[in-house]
Antibody, heavy 122, light 107 residues
Framework: EVHLEESGGGLVKPGGSLRLSCVAS????????MNWVRQAPGKGPEWISY????????YYADSVRGRFTISRDDGQKSLYLQMNSLRAEDTALYFC???????????????WGQGTLVTVSS | AIQMTQSPASLSASVGDRVTITCRAS??????LGWFQQRPGGAPRLLVY???NLEDGVPSRFSGSGSGTDFTLTISGLMPEDFATYYC?????????FGGGSKVEIK
């Protein structure tokens, strides 16, 4: 069974840093591209970052570019999000989400974790 | 960034009703459109990918259609477990963007 589990959220002051982790199981993690998606309280989801297999390509939303860094460790079947210079507007539930891409099919965000809550407040 | 305009923002319906939710993209996204269901306290769940392909395990009462800029999610015969919020997602180009959501409530 495919399973994604996020951790590392918590309460942090504005300007602070946090590192989120997402551990995968039930599928060959190394060949899948992965994403971070966040959802502020009462709002819709917002895609914020993507990393391809083998870490060849990374993308960021404008709202986090230059402050957040996505990375992965295939040996540990883990995805990370280093978040620096945090702001109140970064307060959200952060999800990791998998993409499935084949030559004939693209499924974005076909598996999700349950999320880890980040609260940025003084 | 491609803007996704979703409507209605909310609707009330009864069990057994046919429900239609629409999403309009600010530019041509071919068929690069997915639909997600989110129940309170849960993560979004992929229902439909590439406009009309049903994800494994999704009931056949869900269907998607459209192309270019206009897309539709239809639920034919609403079930109690379908009362939730639905989001479209364009995965044509980064930054991927979601619609604003459509909350389906019990009438």
């Amino acid at each position: 069974e495919v399973h994604l589990e996020e951790s590392g959220g918590g309460l942090v002051k504005p300007g602070g840093s946090l590192r989120l982790s997402c551990v995968a199981s039930g599928f060959p993690f190394s060949i899948y591209s992965m994403n971070w998606v966040r959802q502020a309280p009462g709002k819709g989801p917002e895609w914020i970052s993507y990393i391809s297999s083998r870490s060849a390509t990374m993308y960021y939303a404008d709202s986090v570019r230059g402050r957040f860094t996505i990375s992965r460790d295939d040996g540990q079947k883990s995805l990370y999000l280093q978040m620096n210079s945090l702001r109140a507007e970064d307060t959200a539930l952060y999800f990791c989400a998998r993409d499935t891409n084949t030559p004939v099919m693209t499924k974005s965000f076909d598996a999700w974790g349950q999320g880890t809550l980040v609260t940025v407040s003084s | 960034a491609i803007q996704m305009t979703q409507s209605p923002a909310s609707l009330s319906a009864s069990v057994g009703d046919r429900v239609t939710i629409t999403c309009r993209a600010s530019q041509d996204i071919r068929n690069d459109l997915g639909w997600f269901q989110q129940r309170p306290g849960g993560a979004p769940r992929l229902l439909v990918y590439e406009t009309s392909n049903l994800e494994d395990g999704v009931p056949s009462r869900f269907s998607g259609s459209g192309s270019g800029t206009d897309f539709t999610l239809t639920i034919s015969g609403l079930m109690p477990e379908d009362f939730a919020t639905y989001y479209c997602l364009q995965d044509n180009s980064y930054p991927y963007t979601f619609g604003g959501g459509s909350k389906v409530e019990i009438k």
